[in-house]
T-cell receptor, first 114, second 117 residues
Framework: AQSVAQPEDQVNVAEGNPLTVKCTYSVSGNPYLFWYVQYPNRGLQFLLKYITGDNLVKGSYGFEAEFNKSQTSFHLKKPSALVSDSALYFCAVTLTDSWGKFQFGAGTQVVVTP | DAGVIQSPRHEVTEMGQEVTLRCKPISGHDYLFWYRQTMMRGLELLIYFNNNVPIDDSGMPEDRFSAKMPNASFSTLKIQPSEPRDSAVYFC???????????????FGPGTRLTVL
């Protein structure tokens, strides 16, 4: 079985400060990891993914994430947060040998204050 | 490209009625996913298709739920009969399998907000 944990329901950060959204996973195999963002009353939008290769992945809107196999983590980061980054963020995992069977985390609400 | 299209955007129905949600994936995409989002349970994968064939429907909550994909450009999710606990936002998403095991991200539709009274 596979699972994803986002330990923080909400992250509060001041504009201009670094933003980190945590994600840990548990799988029995090689994971594919994704981050998505959801704005109110909208569908999810893709930010970035880890499939293979370099553990540091760069994505849209200045976001990046680091795949850490030993800690089974895939934390999302942004060096300088913007008010417009306020949204709901989801981490998701699927396996290389069962592509499509996605498991999403519960989501982390990010609030960036001016 | 218009993206993933879902209809209706909002649906209000009474308990016991049949509900049909519709999805048009992005042209050329070979995977289609149905999700349900609620405050209590978060985002749940209900079923997904590859080349119009259902691959895994283990997330479908009950026999009241059924999904079909008669062709590459259309899918439906049907609930019959509907119950108040089915109230949720239902998302459709599509993706394209890449070459040599490289897998691509999902593109989500805007969702259908279902309210069952």
């Amino acid at each position: 079985a596979q699972s994803v944990a986002q330990p923080e329901d909400q992250v509060n950060v001041a504009e201009g400060n670094p933003l980190t959204v945590k994600c840990t996973y548990s799988v029995s195999g090689n994971p594919y990891l994704f981050w998505y963002v959801q704005y109110p009353n909208r569908g999810l939008q893709f930010l970035l993914k880890y499939i293979t290769g370099d553990n540091l992945v760069k994505g849209s809107y200045g976001f990046e994430a680091e795949f850490n196999k030993s800690q089974t983590s895939f934390h999302l980061k942004k060096p300088s947060a913007l008010v417009s980054d306020s949204a709901l963020y989801f981490c998701a995992v699927t396996l290389t040998d069962s592509w499509g069977k996605f498991q999403f985390g519960a989501g982390t609400q990010v609030v960036v204050t001016p | 490209d218009a993206g993933v299209i879902q209809s209706p955007r909002h649906e209000v129905t009474e308990m016991g009625q049949e509900v049909t949600l519709r999805c048009k994936p992005i042209s050329g995409h070979d995977y289609l996913f149905w999700y349900r989002q609620t405050m209590m349970r978060g985002l749940e994968l209900l079923i997904y298709f590859n080349n119009n064939v259902p691959i895994d429907d283990s997330g479908m909550p009950e026999d009241r739920f059924s999904a079909k994909m008669p062709n590459a450009s259309f899918s439906t999710l049907k609930i019959q009969p509907s119950e108040p606990r089915d109230s949720a936002v239902y998302f459709c998403a599509s993706s394209l399998e890449g070459l040599a095991g490289w897998y691509n991200e999902q593109f989500f539709g805007p969702g259908t907000r279902l309210t069952v009274l």
